[in-house]
């Protein structure tokens, strides 16, 4: 079956810091793979997606890598801002047009 | 233009009230959703609607009635709530092309009180 598995949170960083948040899947077939942001009280923005092998999504600073080798789609930035401190789910397409999320990594970013 | 609009933002409610939630796209989606989120959680889905039909209901209790008016427009009937439904209800709504390559976008959602 399909699913995701993520990187537990909460994850504090320091404004200028690296960001890593892990996402590994399982899926069959050949899934698209996406990372959405959720700011405090607000619903869910698309951040990035790929739709497949060694395809990079990237936007506002943030890329990942569709690796089905390691059934990977970490996320990374080289520089966190403030504004970043937000919820980021990891999510997979999966057949009948069915998300399935991973569980949400919260990031708090501090001056 | 990505934008999916809900309304209201938020709703308090009693478990005798009966209450909608409304959601509009004009993107031309033809796919739209409902989910529901509890705080720290990831959405859960509840409902899809393909081409104005429901395609899929993921064992929603009654008391949730969803309803689809046209292509644009996503409708949820709330009746006898019960406190534990208190969540961010969340539509979104995706092209319903080719399989795995659609993109969901979200609405800001509604958040419910039930008391």
């Known amino acids: 079956g399909n699913s995701v598995t993520q990187m537990e949170g909460p994850v504090t960083l320091s404004e200028e810091a690296f960001l890593t948040i892990n996402c590994t899947y399982t899926a069959t077939g050949y899934p698209s793979l996406f990372w959405y942001v959720q700011y405090p009280g607000e619903g869910l923005q698309l951040l990035l997606k790929?739709?497949?092998?060694?395809d990079k999504g990237s936007n506002k600073g943030f890329e990942a890598t569709y690796r089905k080798e390691t059934t990977s789609f970490h996320l990374e930035k080289g520089s966190v801002q403030v504004s970043d401190s937000a919820v980021y789910f990891c999510?997979?397409?999966?057949?009948?047009?069915?998300?399935?999320f991973g569980t949400g990594t919260s990031l708090t970013v501090i001056p | 233009d990505t934008e999916v609009t809900q309304t209201p933002k938020h709703l308090v409610m009693g478990m005798t009230n009966k209450k909608s939630l409304k959601c509009e796209q004009h993107?031309?989606?033809?796919?739209m959703y409902w989910y529901k989120q509890k705080a720290k959680k990831p959405p859960e889905l509840m409902f899809v609607y393909s081409y104005e039909k429901l395609s899929i209901n993921e064992s929603v209790p009654s008391r949730f009635s969803p309803e689809c008016p046209n292509s644009s427009l996503l409708n949820l009937h709330l009746h006898a709530l019960q406190p534990e439904d208190s969540a961010l209800y969340l539509c979104a709504s995706s092209t319903s092309g080719s399989w795995g390559q659609e993109t969901q976008y979200f609405g800001p959602g509604t958040r419910l009180l039930v008391l």
């Open positions: 993107m031309g989606h033809r796919a």
């Open positions: 790929a739709t497949k092998a060694d």
């Open positions: 999510a997979l397409l999966g057949s009948g047009n069915q998300f399935y």
